[in-house]
């Protein structure tokens, strides 16, 4: 049952694509919604968002206005402001924030997705646009230009060899010497890419817009479009961590596949939960949705 006193059923913490997709669901459900954001989202630098159904080429901005508008209509309310601490007990969640003060719910659902830490190299404004860590969501609009993968081993290989086809030129920049000898290296020469070991350590936009990267050993590479290692995604740990939650090796909330983390009150998804690797938008949406399903029966069956 819903816990009376709280003034929420459930707070959503992050307005991602779980988040506000939960949000959605769960007040056509006509449960009390509160959803806690920062504005700005993981993808928010990106032009344009991709492989998602009925969106290709929408703005990130124009997506989450028309889902935040979606869930305002269904009576989900939102405070924007970061959620820096939690503490649960058996009866409700409570959720501080930097700057609007504490909010309570019977049930909080994790959505806040991994935190991205981009490499010192990288210029200003190029995460998101030239700068990308997946090889599926924004590669055709770099049709024809020099690739390079950048990272330490088997998923740069990988990286580049997905890129293979939109490549004018393919390079991979592996830190782990190691990986030379890996099998995909092989396939990436055999396929005409070029392999570098090193570690890069500067990288400056030219003129064409492409950036020039130059690794510690004094190697040059263009690139008209860079594809990083997804190590740059670490779990955002700042509630989990408050909350006493059990983590996985990874650094993630344990949760079963429907997201019920160790503690029965607290829910994660999105990005952040790591049941599937191949999590894209439409994955994280569709986490979103079966966590809310699931809370939804929590509430109803108690």
Same mark, same amino acid.
């Given at each position: 049952? !819903?816990?009376?006193?709280?003034?929420?059923?459930?707070?959503?913490?992050?307005?991602?694509?779980?988040?506000?997709?939960? /949000?959605?669901?769960?007040?056509?459900?006509?449960?009390?919604?509160?959803?806690?954001?920062?504005?700005?989202?993981?993808?928010?630098?990106?032009?344009?968002?991709?492989? *998602?159904?009925?969106?290709?080429?929408?703005?990130?901005? #124009?997506?989450?206005?028309?889902? #935040?508008?979606?869930?305002?209509?269904?009576?989900?309310?939102?405070?924007?402001?970061?959620?820096?601490?939690?503490?649960?007990?058996? #009866?409700?969640?409570?959720?501080?924030?930097?700057?609007?003060?504490?909010?309570?719910?019977?049930?909080?659902?994790?959505?806040?997705?991994?935190?991205?830490?981009?490499?010192?190299?990288?210029?200003?404004?190029?995460?998101?646009?030239?700068?990308?860590?997946?090889?599926?969501?924004?590669?055709? $609009?770099?049709?024809?230009?020099?690739?390079?993968?950048?990272?330490?081993?088997?998923?740069?290989?990988?990286?580049?060899?997905?890129?293979?086809?939109?490549?004018?030129?393919?390079? /991979?920049?592996?830190?782990?010497?190691?990986?030379?000898?890996?099998?995909?290296? $092989?396939?990436?020469?055999?396929?005409?890419?070029?392999? *570098?070991?090193?570690?890069?350590?500067?990288?400056?936009?030219?003129?064409?817009?492409?950036?020039?990267?130059?690794?510690?050993?004094?190697?040059?590479?263009?690139?008209?479009?860079?594809?990083?290692?997804?190590? *740059?995604?670490?779990?955002?740990?700042?509630? !989990?961590?408050?909350?006493?939650? $059990?983590?996985? !090796?990874?650094?993630?909330?344990?949760?079963?596949?429907?997201?019920?983390? @160790?503690?029965?009150?607290?829910?994660?998804?999105?990005?952040?939960?790591? @049941? @599937? !690797?191949?999590?894209?938008?439409?994955?994280?949406?569709?986490?979103?949705?079966? /966590?809310?399903?699931? *809370?939804? #029966?929590?509430?109803?069956?108690?």
């Amino acid at each position: 049952m !819903p816990h009376q006193d709280a003034p929420y059923d459930v707070l959503v913490a992050g307005a991602g694509a779980a988040g506000l997709s939960a /949000a959605v669901m769960l007040g056509r459900q006509k449960r009390r919604v509160l959803v806690v954001s920062r504005k700005d989202r993981r993808n928010s630098p990106a032009d344009r968002v991709n492989n *998602i159904p009925y969106a290709h080429g929408t703005s990130p901005a #124009e997506l989450y206005r028309k889902m #935040e508008a979606d869930a305002a209509a269904y009576g989900v309310e939102f405070v924007w402001d970061e959620a820096v601490a939690a503490r649960a007990t058996q #009866e409700s969640v409570t959720v501080d924030t930097k700057a609007s003060g504490s909010h309570t719910a019977g049930r909080l659902l994790l959505a806040t997705g991994p935190v991205t830490e981009l490499p010192p190299w990288l210029p200003e404004g190029q995460w998101g646009k030239t700068v990308f860590d997946c090889p599926y969501c924004h590669t055709l $609009e770099h049709d024809g230009a020099d690739f390079v993968a950048v990272g330490t081993g088997e998923e740069t290989l990988q990286h580049a060899l997905l890129c293979r086809q939109y490549a004018g030129r393919l390079t /991979a920049v592996v830190s782990d010497p190691a990986a030379a000898g890996h099998p995909l290296a $092989e396939r990436l020469t055999a396929v005409g890419g070029e392999l *570098i070991v090193g570690t890069v350590r500067t990288a400056d936009r030219l003129p064409t817009g492409e950036l020039l990267l130059v690794t510690d050993a004094g190697q040059e590479v263009t690139a008209g479009a860079v594809v990083l290692d997804t190590a *740059i995604q670490r779990p955002n740990q700042t509630l !989990p961590l408050a909350l006493g939650l $059990e983590l996985n !090796p990874h650094g993630f909330p344990r949760t079963t596949l429907f997201g019920q983390t @160790s503690h029965p009150r607290v829910y994660n998804t999105g990005k952040s939960n790591p @049941s @599937s !690797p191949y999590f894209a938008w439409t994955g994280a949406a569709a986490s979103g949705l079966n /966590a809310a399903r699931k *809370i939804s #029966e929590d509430l109803a069956f108690g």
